[in-house]
């Protein structure tokens, strides 16, 4: 019913992930990269229908989520989620990373220091640096063959009185992990404990796959949830993010108030139009495409996980809880992170390199999942070649 398997070049629209092919001259019409985390599937014909609508209308004023908008938010975070949010509590920014910077102004001073858990996604730590805070590295640890958070680790970093916020990133990107109620509820205990306000980034939710359960972070127990603040969009779940539409849910009045109070200076006032459009069609009327989506994206990481494991044996392909997002570590193959991205470039494989994402990350790759199946395929196939042409050991 809906078009997963046409590939549609994004050339020459000004798509972040595709400027690669433009700076490096690259005009094979039938390659496409496998990096930054968009999709290459139209979005839900719903969607587009409301963006036509909402472009007829010819008058693109000043706007503000009105109380339909926030029907819509609220009533897909209680069906998705078993969320329930007050429509109250919601306030849009330019996206995530922007409220992120948001909470670091309005939250924090000048040398105070944020937790983040590497290897996480890159602007966790650029928000800290950018903003002249500091970065509290609790890495992840691999148990069993799966990532798990340091508890003791973050508790001990919690206790230093430099430590103000906690980026948690839920479903986590680049790992996939889709954290349990238990492993979010010790962590929310030892940042109440320790007066660390939690910012739950939890633009992965609707990305969770058989056998894991997303829990919002705000629907735990205790001070932490109460008091936290979570950053939602439908950008990753509806392939908007061209939209720049962010819902930022903090249920505690006077944390919202600090919040809400500084963004005119940060992110302005106002919300974009198309967005809003967008977001309330996504929430009202996607869910069918979303969970459509879901099995297009079980098959493809199914289909490089079995190919990885026949072909590259050596290579830990880990389980795709929740993203889109294949984590593979390709330490096995004896390359230093720079030979292994200068292998995988100069073989046309545009994926994410594993040290972008900081400590734990190098050696990796990060391969967006979300494109037509014929693109995996092709990228796979490049992969074995290269490898046969370079006699790795694998
Ligand atoms: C974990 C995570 N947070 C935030 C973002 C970006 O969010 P936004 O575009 O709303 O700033 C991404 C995009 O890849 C992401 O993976």
Not at 125 to 146: F, I, Q, Y
Not at 323 to 334: I, K, R
């Amino acid at each position: 019913m809906y078009d997963f398997t046409t590939f549609k070049p994004r050339r020459g629209i000004g798509a972040e992930k595709w400027s690669t092919f433009e700076r490096q001259a690259v005009d094979n019409p039938d390659l496409a990269p496998y990096s930054i985390a968009d999709m290459e599937f139209p979005a839900a014909p719903e969607i587009t229908a409301a963006l036509k609508e909402a472009a007829d209308f010819g008058i693109y004023g000043y706007t503000v989520a009105d109380s339909s908008y926030r029907d819509a938010v609220c009533a897909w975070m209680d069906r998705r989620h078993g969320w329930a949010v007050e429509p109250t509590w919601i306030f849009q920014t330019y996206g995530v990373v922007p409220a992120m910077n948001l909470a670091l102004h309005a939250l924090t001073a000048p040398g105070d220091a944020v937790i983040i858990q590497p290897p996480v996604y890159p602007p966790f730590r650029a928000v800290v640096t950018s903003t002249g805070r500091r970065v509290l590295e609790n890495p992840l640890r691999v148990k069993d063959g799966r990532y798990e958070m340091d508890l003791e680790g973050l508790e001990a970093l919690a206790r230093r009185s430099e430590a103000k916020v906690f980026f948690l990133c839920s479903p986590h990107n680049p790992v996939g992990r889709v954290w349990t109620r238990r492993e979010l509820q010790a962590a929310a205990d030892i940042c109440a404990a320790n007066g660390v306000t939690v910012f739950s980034d939890e633009i992965h939710a609707d990305f969770v796959h058989p056998g894991s359960v997303h829990i919002p972070f705000a629907a735990l127990d205790g001070p932490a949830a109460r008091e936290c603040i979570v950053g939602t969009s439908a950008s990753k779940s509806f392939n908007l993010a061209g939209l720049v539409t962010a819902n930022i849910i903090v249920s505690d009045p006077d944390l919202r108030a600090r919040l809400t109070g500084k963004v005119v200076g940060y992110t302005g006032e106002y919300t974009n139009y198309f967005g809003l459009a967008a977001t309330r069609a996504a929430y009202e009327q996607g869910e069918p495409w979303l969970e459509a989506l879901l099995e297009v994206i079980r098959g493809n990481y199914d289909y490089c996980k079995n190919f990885m494991a026949e072909k590259f044996p050596s290579v830990t392909v880990y389980p795709l809880e929740g993203t889109y997002l294949l984590w593979a570590d390709f330490n096995s193959l004896g390359l230093e992170p720079a030979e292994l991205e200068r292998f995988m470039v100069e073989h046309q494989l545009y994926l994410d390199e594993g040290y972008l994402f900081g400590t734990g990350g190098a050696g990796f790759e990060r391969i967006n999942l979300a494109c037509p199946r014929q693109c995996l395929t092709a990228a796979m196939e490049r992969l074995d070649a290269a490898a046969a042409e370079f006699g790795f050991k694998r």
